[in-house]
């Protein structure tokens, strides 16, 4: 009989690796900027500047408050060939809170707060995969349950200051916490009778501080703008839980064994660095495009779990039409985890998406309102199967719908 951790350990491999130090830009905080790519650091002016570019809160005098939620969110992530050269498909839904936040403009300075979610995970699914083999001790079927709430949470406050004209600098300190309750239950039935129980509980509290530091030039025609984030941890914890009952079909069945596990688990922020330029020429058009080096931070406690310097991308455009806005952009979220090897096991998936993003807005006297859809799809590699080399194709495809409003005093 093969060995349980071979068939069924796929519970560390499949969770941690969720976690969106991977794939920084899973959600794109405020519906101007989501629906614009993330393409928002040389022309933000609403509340959400204080994640993009803080100066840019100098950008409307008249101060801001805004509100968007995600109306709809689903995700699915589908490894080939996973098991008995038969798929396994995580699927994921829900109502994720999106961005709440307001400035006031003072004439040389601005001052802000925003609350925002990053990532949001709800699964509530079953696998069943039978007929796997009819050889003796070989794997019959596998059956596995899986329930996740996770979800990824920042909170801001900063300032804009106005030097001149034409430059504006600006700062933000943060907060973060990413909360994540993993429980699994597996069962592994084998040819001859022997079978393996799994139940297996996940949780990991990790938070920290940060900040984001900015400047912008306006010229005539044109917006030149540059930030930086950085962010340090305060706690990385991990609790696992793991109860197993074996059965090799001669005798009764095992005592359950119950095996716990504390540790740290890594919340790795790499260092972000944004240089963008916007075209603000025409009256009704604005073009946005930007560059961002995400770089590479080493993991303290997983050898082989670093993640890599990667450089993404945004495009965006609004067009306005009197009260009607239309916004629309695409956006890269290449994966900072290495490119997987041939030769190595429990190596971290490496999926790289290419985002598009489409909304529309009504203005009215004081208050904006938007509808507004982003979808990623993405591919890559993975290994779920713990201590096997065997990689997976990975296949996947997230899409939000926002619905916002803006209030403008």
């Known amino acids: 009989m093969r060995t349980i951790v071979y068939y069924i350990a796929a519970l560390i491999s499949t969770t941690v690796a969720h976690a969106s130090q991977h794939n920084q830009r899973m959600n794109l905080p405020g519906s101007h900027a989501a629906e614009m790519g993330g393409a928002y650091t040389a022309v933000c002016n609403d509340a959400s500047a204080i994640y993009y570019n803080p100066a840019g809160l100098v950008n409307n005098k008249k101060g801001d408050i805004g509100v968007s939620t995600y109306a709809y969110q689903t995700s699915e992530t589908s490894y080939e060939e996973a098991i ?52 003796d001790a070989e794997l019959a079927s596998y059956n596995r349950t899986q329930q996740e709430n996770s979800s990824y949470t920042l909170a801001a406050a900063g300032a804009g200051l106005q030097l001149s004209k034409s430059i504006s600098i600006g700062a933000s300190g943060f907060y973060y916490i990413r909360d994540m309750k993993i429980s699994t239950h597996q069962l592994a039935r084998f040819n001859g009778g022997a079978f393996t129980v799994m139940d297996s509980k996940y949780e990991t509290t990790n938070y920290g501080l940060g ?29 696992v839980t793991i109860d197993t009952v074996m059965y090799d079909g001669s005798a009764d069945p095992d005592d359950k064994t119950t095996e716990n596990i504390s540790h740290m688990d890594d919340e790795l922020n790499p260092p972000q660095y944004v240089v963008a330029a916007a075209y603000t020429g025409m009256s009704n058009l604005v073009v946005d ?46 994966s900072l985890a290495p490119e997987i090897a041939s030769d190595k096991r429990n190596q971290l998936p490496h999926v790289d998406y290419l985002g598009y993003s489409i909304g529309v807005g009504l203005n009215t006297n004081r208050t904006s309102y938007s509808l507004s859809v982003i979808t ?17 194709n990975v296949i996947a495809k997230q899409t939000l719908g926002m619905m916002s409003i803006n209030l403008q005093h």
């Open 289 to 334: 495009a930007e560059v961002l080096y995400h770089q590479g931070v080493q993991s303290q406690y997983y050898t082989g779990w670093d993640l890599e310097d990667v450089v993404n991308f945004s495009v965006g455009a609004e067009l306005r039409m009197k009260s009607i806005e239309i916004r629309a952009g695409t956006f890269s979220n290449y």
């Open 84 to 135: 008995n050269e038969q798929a396994f498909t995580e699927e994921s839904d829900g109502m994720p809170a999106g961005f709440v936040g307001a400035y006031r403009d003072f004439g040389f300075a601005s001052i802000g707060y925003a609350v925002m979610s990053l990532e949001s995970k709800q699964i509530n699914q079953k696998h069943e995969f039978e007929d796997l083999s009819e050889e």
């Open 376 to 392: 990623q799809e993405g591919e890559g590699d993975a290994q779920i199967v713990s201590g096997s080399t065997d990689i997976q």
């Open 211 to 239: 900040a984001i530091v900015g400047t912008m030039l306006r010229l005539d025609n044109w917006n030149i703008a540059f930030s930086t984030k950085q962010a340090s941890p305060l706690n990385n914890r991990t609790v």
